[in-house]
C-alpha cells in the first residue's frame, strides 16, 4: 500500500459522502457515518488536527 497522506477529518468525511455514506449522527467529538441500509457504522474522530495514519487505515479498511 502507498504512504497515505496526512488529511483533515472534513476532508475524510467529503469523500465518504461522495462514495454514498451519510451522517447519521454525531456523538461528542465523533461524526457517525452509515451507507445504505446502516450495516457497518464508521466513526471520524473530528478535531482540528490531522488523523493518525493509524485510523486512516482503519477507516479505509
Do not use: C, E
Not at 3 to 22: D, E, H, N, S, T
Not at 41 to 60: E, F, M, Q
Amino acid at each position: 500500500m502507498p504512504k497515505l497522506p496526512r488529511v483533515k477529518p472534513k476532508q475524510v468525511i467529503k469523500v465518504l459522502k461522495k462514495a454514498g455514506f451519510y451522517i447519521d449522527h454525531i456523538s461528542g467529538s465523533h461524526y457517525i457515518l452509515y451507507k445504505d441500509n446502516r450495516s457497518h457504522p464508521i466513526s471520524i474522530p473530528y478535531h482540528n488536527k490531522d488523523l493518525k495514519i493509524g485510523t486512516l487505515k482503519n477507516i479505509l479498511k
